[in-house]
């Protein structure tokens, strides 16, 4: 499967360790996102959920509250359905 390139917000440094070490590429939330197949990010950048959402076609995923394997399992399912 190919692995995709996916933004993470600040603070979600276990987040973001767990997906390189899964091959993804990752970039800064603050990085230009409209070339990202995800973004991941928490309640706390409410105000970027709205702008982000609309900087990117990536798939967005709030983290707050989920366990990192969660968020993991999310995006393979989501980037599994658009590769088909």
Known sequence: MK???IAVGAGLSNIRNMLE??????VDIDDNIRNV???????MDDDLMGI????????V??????HPEEI??????H?????E
Not at 37 to 43: E, K, N, S
Not at 61 to 66: C, E, I, K, L
């Open 37 to 43: 197949d995800a973004v991941v990010l928490t309640g």
């Open 3 to 5: 692995k995709h390139m």
């Open 79 to 83: 980037f599994r359905i658009m590769d």
């Open 21 to 26: 070490e899964e091959g993804y590429q990752v």
């Open 52 to 59: 982000e959402a609309m900087a990117t076609d990536g798939f």
């Open 72 to 77: 993991l399992q999310d995006l393979e399912d």
């Open 61 to 66: 995923v709030d983290a707050t509250g989920r």
